[in-house]
């Protein structure tokens, strides 16, 4: 049987999807459109090239639509698809180049358009110098600002992890950074107090202006530009402003379909949406959330990379290959903090109705007559009457980072493991490496009441 593949948005979720359709099945009919006219860029390292840790934000890109076409795709760049009518299989597109429309049909369809920087309505938000951060376009802008003398002060608003990490990069061009949001802590989506209090206390002492709290409600600018926020905290200076306050998934072409109140596509293990042969990827789509029970938007490189996969091995009929659910699993390291955390923070936990418990552990990560020991935490949060894992943060502090150990309790929240589960793990004990009692094994025996080893 004949199989079109039209995938609409080639970033990471389609270009994983293309590079799966094609190397399962050389001989598919693959067909792309994407409206920006460049692929692939790694959104990850912005904040470490206009820091200066990355040098060439050229190589923030793993493929190209040529590396596509090189496996048989046919990739078409500046093509904004318009609209696309489900009954009839059928997509209007237009080619930003000539400005002509044209149509094209399907049998499958990939939809993997992504996502946008949410935007809040805010006197004079036209004003120059009001910047956001996703593509590589605002990549140069940002850079380019972050080099030039002229440009004192920044101001970024949203203290989520692309603002946190833009923040510590302007201040580490020498810029006086003000970082702005409504809520109390900085992450609060992902870390609890324990966490994100030494996280704003070294944030603090390095120099940054934190105004948590407040509500940005003005901005003021001289000569076309921006030169002041105005917030329920008070007025801060800003030569540059960059808003990151969270993502909106692009799904007004597919009206029809069951989505969640954000707009994110509901999907099953599968990657199906609710309409038939129609697939969502990436930070289009609600995914099964393992701790929560139901359908949630986590919109990581993550779940796009893997999210392509599966639509695309389900295409081909490779029909093993399935995301039964994710669990949120992410990590920052700044200022010192390297922090890890997957599945529900407590407070997410209880505003999501979950009665937990939780155990908070401190340790040196290997055993005292090693002589060096980095400092490591870890907070597990469970389910009160069934020990289940729903959410953990680690929190590392040292030379290394001791935070890929979030894989495994990743897995023990997908896999809905117990705390009694978890701790049976078969892990292995080296003193260059660890404890025999190590820091998440520790923060178990706490919360069972054996916590004896507790110095
Ligand atoms: C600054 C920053 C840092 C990040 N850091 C991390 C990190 O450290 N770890 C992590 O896991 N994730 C990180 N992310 C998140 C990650 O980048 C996203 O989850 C990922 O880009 C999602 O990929 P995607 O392909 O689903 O969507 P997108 O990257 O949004 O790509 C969608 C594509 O669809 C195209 N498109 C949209 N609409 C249309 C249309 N109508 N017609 C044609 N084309 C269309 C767009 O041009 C785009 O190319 C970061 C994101 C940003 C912005």
Redesign the pocket.
């Known amino acids: 049987m004949k199989n079109k593949v039209v995938v609409?948005?080639?970033?990471?979720?389609?270009?994983?999807a293309i590079r799966t359709l094609l190397t399962q099945n050389p001989e598919l009919e693959v067909v792309a459109?994407?409206?920006?006219d460049?692929?692939s860029?790694?959104?990850?390292?912005?904040?470490l090239t206009v820091g200066g840790v990355v040098k060439n934000v050229n190589d923030l890109f793993y493929a190209d639509c040529h590396s596509l076409e090189a496996l048989g795709a046919k990739v078409s760049m500046n093509?904004?698809?318009?609209s696309i009518d489900t009954d009839q299989k059928m997509l209007r597109?237009k080619d930003l180049n000539s400005g002509k429309e044209f149509t094209d049909t399907y049998d499958k369809l990939i939809y993997?358009?992504?996502?946008?920087?949410v935007n809040f309505p805010i006197k004079n938000k036209d004003l120059g110098n009001i910047e956001i951060?996703?593509?590589f376009q605002h990549a140069e802008t940002l850079i380019e600002k972050a080099n030039d003398d002229t440009i004192k002060s920044v101001a970024v608003i949203g203290a989520g992890?692309?603002g946190i990490?833009?923040a510590e990069a302007y201040h580490q061009k020498g810029k006086k950074v003000t970082l702005i949001d409504m809520q109390e802590r900085v992450v609060p989506a992902y870390f609890d107090a324990e966490f994100t209090d030494r996280l704003q206390q070294d944030m603090v002492s390095e120099g940054i202006e934190l105004v948590l709290g407040a509500k940005v409600t003005e901005y003021q600018g001289k000569d076309g530009n921006v030169k002041k926020v105005i917030t329920t905290k008070g007025d801060f200076d800003a030569d540059l402003v960059i808003q990151?306050v969270g993502?909106k998934p692009?799904t007004e072409?597919l009206p029809k379909a069951e989505k969640l109140p954000n707009g994110a596509l509901i999907v099953n293990s599968a990657m199906q949406t609710s309409i038939p042969d129609v697939y969502a990827?990436?930070?289009?789509?609600a995914i099964y959330h393992a701790a929560l029970k139901r359908h949630a938007y986590v919109?990581?490189?993550?779940?796009?990379v893997k999210?392509?996969i599966v639509a695309a091995s389900q295409i081909n009929g490779v029909e093993a290959v399935k995301l039964e659910s994710i669990a949120g699993t992410?990590?920052i390291c700044v200022f010192g903090n390297s922090l890890a955390s997957t599945g529900l923070s407590e407070e997410a936990a209880r505003q999501a109705g979950l009665k937990v418990k939780t155990s908070f552990f401190t340790d040196n990560s290997r055993p005292e007559f090693m002589q060096t020991a980095d400092k490591v935490s870890c907070k597990l949060v469970f389910e009160e009457d069934t020990l289940r894992l729903v959410g953990a943060q680690i929190g590392s502090y040292g030379e290394q980072s001791h935070t890929e150990c979030i894989y495994y309790l990743a897995l023990a929240i997908q896999k809905e493991l117990s705390l009694l589960e978890l701790a049976m793990t078969d892990v292995y004990f080296l003193p260059h490496f660890n404890k025999p009692f190590n820091f998440i094994l520790s923060a178990i025996m706490q919360a069972v009441g054996l916590d004896y080893i507790k110095k």
């Open positions: 609409v948005g080639v970033n990471h979720a389609g270009t994983s459109y994407d409206r920006n460049n692929i860029f790694l959104g990850c390292g912005i904040a093509c904004d698809v318009l597109i993997a358009a992504g996502s946008w920087p951060c996703k593509l992890y692309i990490e833009l990151c993502f692009n072409l990827l990436g930070d289009t789509a919109a990581l490189a993550t779940n796009a999210t392509g992410n990590a």
